[in-house]
């Protein structure tokens, strides 16, 4: 059928500007919630706020006073802690679940995948809360079976063991979500390499190593950079979880370190420095690691 | 037949859009268009569930008394200091009245005085007669050179909650526990390893080495604080290192201290440890009575309490810990009507008494303290009459002042304190890096603004 065509002047017009209109909202909301406020935290970084009315320009001073300031150091390495600990973890735990789940001798796949994803629905604050009680010095999952060993371990309670209660939570929430990227990664490689690689005589294990791995370099590295992003923006699971980061700061992160500043501690200047040294830490990171897994490279 | 001028063919972009279109108006009519209700209009905000359900059932009753007034109660939990900061800094959105916490309350107060955002009630206060008839060592959490930006919701009296049979069964009458010395000599005695394994099985208290709240109850218990009311740092004085070395001893000397299981006092894992009989006291204020009877009721009978030992004989008793304000900011279009019912919430008896009744936060207004209710036995503590110990401590409760700095303070001092106790510093020096670090940012900050 031929499309009715107007004539009406108006509605040409419209024609032509419509496809700007529809786009604009994105461009709008961004200006709005992403552009001003990045733009403004930037200028914010170098003024201190005096109460609610006032601000003076400091310069460079928050950025002096952060990298002289202990707690924020202490809160980079637990957030290195986590970061390291989760990819080195999780990881491995992500891809071997994905493996398993895509192997044709697991039965039940389709419960099995549901299961061990379903962790990443339940928002951060519950997993938090959930995880209080696993730790639990006296009747907690964990302690059940150290107890036996004739000792209760303060999970939540010792400097040593909070950082690693706070790994272990995330691995839980966070292996089964990027189990799925592994398992679409897998189930895009081509049998005919298998195939191949079986004709050159490969084991299960050469044939994981030269061509599953090879294969999954692109979803490797957005796992990679995906999680490591991640844990360096982590926050809510260990500020409920340590009550703020007790004790002693043993589980402050960087964003946490951030929160106090900004809300606690009416100090938006330096909460702002905060955020972009994080941008910046974040940037280098991603860079490198992108460089380091070949992304950039040309095939 | 009425027609619209477009169709969804002539339309640009097809029937997606056009639909997109007409919900994106119908929503924008509903969000701008709904009215406001006639009369005059109040917004309450409050973060404290066992508060919220309270006003819940008083305001209508404020409403029916006063038509055409229309109060709106809105509870939001935990971030609710967090949106109030935001609604401050950005001059818009703050409600007539909020309750605020005692530990947040300090960032609220950074800044030149006259930029704080709550209104300064004593004038109506000394006007209207009030402050003789509440409690006035607990206007010092919400004052601030001069300024009074809250009125006081409770007291927060601190008792010494105490398992009696276990106590008695090691041969110790909390009854006659008079001084820290004397609770000192009895929890040596209580504190126990009851199957000969070698391990602990009963400590005499449990106390938070994690944060200050109970070491801090215990200094401000001696007259001192972190800051006095001039707001010097005064937490390294020889006051509070003695506290600290008495807090740490406690633990490590005299081994009849167990740190908090969980992360507070209020955790399941904390409740749990009382159950198992594993501790035998507490420093309770009134509200973690009522949380105690609604988290752990199968403990009812087994508890008792008696007033805190005191440093010397014949010394203060009690200490408190926690609070909440109430405050009318500056933002509010109608201040006068926001003091009407912050009176009606605050100052009203029967709402008072159904406070304790629901709660047992004993309220700061001296003239409820005769009604029945507060000489009722408690059948929680085995029939023993709490209210009246509480209101027996009350007129002794010492001041704690406010600072602005008491956030980042008590961030610090947490941790010091946490130093202290596992012995990776000693108490003076812990006390003294804490007090030179908070001294040295009130420095720096007075360096760039001149006096705060």
């Known amino acids: 059928m031929k ?23 994105f461009y709008l909301l961004f200006v709005i919630f992403m552009g001003y406020p990045l733009i403004s935290s930037l200028v914010m970084s170098l003024y201190e706020m005096r109460g609610f009315q006032s601000r003076i320009f400091v310069g460079i001073g928050n950025f002096t006073d952060l990298f002289r300031d202990p707690i924020f150091w202490k809160s980079l390495r637990n957030t ?86 706070v790994i272990l939570t ?130 | 037949m009425f027609r619209l001028p477009i169709d969804s063919e002539s339309f640009p972009l097809g029937k997606g859009p056009m639909v997109m279109l007409i919900l994106f108006l119908i929503s924008t009519l509903f969000i701008f268009g709904r009215s ?83 209104v300064d009630l004593r004038p109506r206060l000394e006007s209207e007669g009030w402050m003789e008839k509440l409690v006035v060592s607990r206007f010092t959490p919400w004052s601030y050179r001069g300024k009074i930006f809250g009125i006081p919701h409770d007291l927060h009296p601190v008792v010494l909650l105490y398992r009696d049979d276990l106590f008695k069964a090691a041969g110790v009458e909390m009854t006659e526990v008079e001084t820290w010395d004397d609770f000192i000599a009895a929890g040596k005695k209580a504190t126990r390893d009851l199957d000969g394994d070698g391990r602990i099985d009963q400590y005499a208290i449990v106390l938070d080495r994690r944060t200050e709240s109970d070491y801090f109850s215990l200094l401000l218990q001696q007259g001192g604080g972190f800051f006095d009311e001039a707001g010097n740092v005064i937490i390294d004085s020889e006051l509070a290192i003695e506290t600290l070395e ?23 894992s904390n409740f749990a440890a009382m159950q198992d009989g594993k501790i035998l006291s507490i420093l309770a204020p009134d509200w973690y009575v009522g949380i105690l009877k609604s988290q752990v009721p199968q403990m009812s009978g087994k508890w008792k309490a008696v007033s ?31 003091w009407e019912v912050l009176k009606f919430t605050y100052f009203d008896r029967p709402g008072l008494v159904n406070r304790y009744e629901t709660t047992r936060i004993i309220p700061p207004l001296k003239s409820a303290w005769d009604a029945p209710i507060f000489k009722e036995p408690d059948v929680y503590l085995g029939g023993q009459r709490l209210g009246e110990l509480f209101i027996e401590m009350a007129p002794n409760m010492p001041p704690r002042y406010q600072n602005p700095y008491w956030s980042e303070g008590a961030d610090l001092l947490n941790d010091a304190i946490f130093a202290a106790v596992t012995e990776k510093q000693t108490p003076r020096e812990a006390l003294t890096d804490l007090a030179g670090k908070v001294r040295a940012l009130i420095a720096k900050d007075r360096g760039r603004w001149g006096d705060l």
């Not at chain 1, 499309?3 to 909202?25: D, G, S």
Request: glycine share 10%; net charge neutral; no cysteine.
């Open chain 2, 36 to 118: 406001e209700q006639e009369g005059e209009n109040l917004e309450f905000w409050i973060f404290a569930n066992t508060h919220y359900e309270e006003y819940q059932a008083r305001v209508p009753i404020f409403e029916a008394q006063n038509p055409g007034i229309n109060v709106q109660l809105i509870n939001f939990g935990g971030t609710m200091h967090d949106k109030l900061l935001a609604a401050m800094l950005s001059n818009f959105g703050a409600p007539d009245l909020v309750e605020v916490e005692i530990t947040s309350i300090g960032r609220f107060l950074k800044g030149a005085i006259d930029e704080v955002g709550f």
């Open chain 2, 308 to 338: 805190m030992p005191a440093w010397y004989p014949g010394g203060r008793r009690t200490t408190t810990r926690g609070g909440t304000m109430i405050g009318i900011t500056k933002q509010s279009k109608n201040p006068d009507l926001a």
């Open chain 1, 80 to 165: 290195a802690y986590f970061a390291v600990g989760t990819l080195t973890l999780q990881l491995p735990i992500a891809l071997l679940l994905a493996i398993l789940l895509n192997s044709k001798f697991v039965k039940g796949k389709n419960f099995l995948r549901l299961a061990f994803f379903a962790p990443v629905l339940v928002a951060g604050v519950f997993v938090a809360i959930i995880f209080n009680l696993v730790y639990d010095q006296r009747a907690g999952l964990v302690n059940q079976e150290f107890v036996l060993f004739g000792k209760e371990i303060g999970w939540l309670n010792e400097e040593k063991y909070v950082m690693p209660a």
């Open chain 1, 3 to 25: 499309k009715k065509r107007t004539t009406n002047v108006f509605w040409n017009q419209q024609q032509k500007i419509a496809p700007y209109l529809f786009i604009a909202p």
């Open chain 2, 246 to 268: 008495f807090f740490t001893a406690l633990f490590n000397e005299h081994q009849i201290a167990t740190p908090v299981y969980g992360t507070w006092h209020g955790d399941p």
């Open chain 1, 170 to 299: 995330g691995v839980w929430q966070w292996a089964g979500f990027n189990m799925i990227y592994f398992l679409a990664g897998l189930q895009g490689i081509r049998q005919e390499l298998y195939e191949a690689a079986a004709v050159d005589g490969a084991n299960w294990w050469q044939a994981f190593i030269h061509v599953t791995l090879p294969s999954l370099r692109p979803v490797i590295a957005f796992v990679f950079v995906v999680s490591m992003i991640g844990s360096l923006q982590l926050f809510d699971l260990p500020f409920i979880l340590t009550n703020g980061g007790e004790p002693a700061d043993a589980g402050s992160t960087i964003v946490m370190y951030l929160y106090k500043n900004g809300f606690q501690f009416m100090r938006l200047g330096y909460a702002a420095t905060i955020g972009w040294v994080l941008f910046f830490i974040i940037a280098v990171i991603s860079i490198v690691q992108l460089k380091l897994l070949g992304i950039f490279r040309d095939e």
